[in-house]
């Protein structure tokens, strides 16, 4: 079986310095069922994600809302009930 994690995870991973304050921009791209037209998607980040963004020292996050375009929050007041189910491991 393979292991699937939130994007979110996946790129605080990669992050060296934790201390250093940082950004983070999420988008969910997809296409229709022909392939023929793109769009963007709600990708508010997800209770484990915003967690691990307050870990990692990420102060914002701008992510995709749809038809509504962008929005910019501050990670230390956001919320979001939706828990994934996939496996969402910090590495610091």
Request: proline letters at 2%.
């Amino acid at each position: 079986s393979v292991e699937t994690r939130c994007a979110e995870c996946d790129a605080l991973w990669r992050i060296e310095d934790v201390g250093c304050p940082k950004a983070v921009v999420v988008c969910r791209y997809r296409k229709n069922r022909n392939n023929t037209r793109a769009s963007t998607g709600e990708s508010k980040p997800c209770q484990q994600c915003i967690l691990a963004m307050q870990l990692y020292n990420v102060q914002r996050v701008c992510y995709s809302a749809g038809k509504n375009g962008y929005t910019w929050e501050d990670v230390e007041g956001m919320h979001n009930a939706y828990r994934t189910k996939n496996k969402c491991i910090v590495v610091l």
